[in-house]
T-cell receptor, first 112, second 113 residues
Framework: SQKIEQNSEALNIQEGKTATLTCNYT??????LQWYRQDPGRGPVFLLL?????KEKRKERLKVTFDTTLKQSLFHITASQPADSATYLC???????????FGAGTRLFVKA | DSGVTQTPKHLITATGQRVTLRCSPR?????VYWYQQSLDQGLQFLIQ???????AKGNILERFSAQQFPDLHSELNLSSLELGDSALYFC????????????FGQGTRLTVV
């Protein structure tokens, strides 16, 4: 069956450290993968998109990697801040890009 | 502000009733997506429209239907409501059919009592 798996347990880290979140998928062949941030009761906010022919993408303190062999994406937040505390969702395309399917998300808590 | 407008923000209704959720996409976006998010659940894809035509369907119940109008706004109709339909319903829009970032509205919180 098709699955997108993200760490269900919350990730707790100290301010200033690097947070690394994992997204694994099974039985998908996505052309691209996206990461979103969601705060409680609010809509997800787009962060980064990486295509299948890209290994890594960066935006300010954010870095995403995409390994189509391992079927895995890693999302890094460097120099993390308490304001980075949120749920982070990975999403990938299905059915030729018409459907964007989301993982359940990982909650990140950054302690001051 | 994402530019995607959803109304109403909150809706409380009784079981068996029918409701309509409305979404106005960002200016220029042709794709509209609907998602359901139950308490502590992930975003479940319901349906996608592109320029007025249905393009993809997820696990959308037969009691639910949607459409996208010529002015590109979209409506999600939920009928014969059950307690389990209580959830946040999000609309998102993007420029393309896929492979582009999606902009989400603030959601409609539906409570069925």
């Amino acid at each position: 069956s098709q699955k997108i798996e993200q760490n269900s347990e919350a990730l707790n880290i100290q301010e200033g450290k690097t947070a690394t979140l994992t997204c694994n998928y099974t039985n998908y062949s996505p052309a691209y993968l996206q990461w979103y941030r969601q705060d409680p009761g609010r809509g997800p906010v787009f962060l980064l998109l990486i295509r299948e022919n890209e290994k890594e993408k960066r935006k300010e303190r954010l870095k995403v990697t995409f390994d189509t062999t391992l079927k895995q994406s890693l999302f890094h937040i460097t120099a993390s801040q308490p304001a980075d505390s949120a749920t982070y969702l990975c999403a990938l395309d299905d059915t030729g890009g018409f459907k964007t399917i989301f993982g359940a998300g990982t909650r990140l808590f950054v302690k001051a | 502000d994402s530019g995607v407008t959803q109304t109403p923000k909150h809706l409380i209704t009784a079981t068996g009733q029918r409701v309509t959720l409305r979404c106005s996409p960002r200016s220029g976006d042709l794709s509209v997506y609907w998602y359901q998010q139950s308490l502590d659940q992930g975003l479940q894809f319901l349906i996608q429209y592109y320029n007025g035509e249905e393009r993809a369907k997820g696990n959308i119940l037969e009691r639910f239907s949607a459409q996208q109008f010529p002015d590109l706004h979209s409506e999600l109709n939920l009928s014969s409501l059950e307690l389990g339909d209580s959830a946040l319903y999000f609309c998102a829009s993007s420029v393309e059919m896929g492979g582009a970032e999606a902009f989400f509205g603030q959601g409609t919180r539906l409570t069925v009592v």
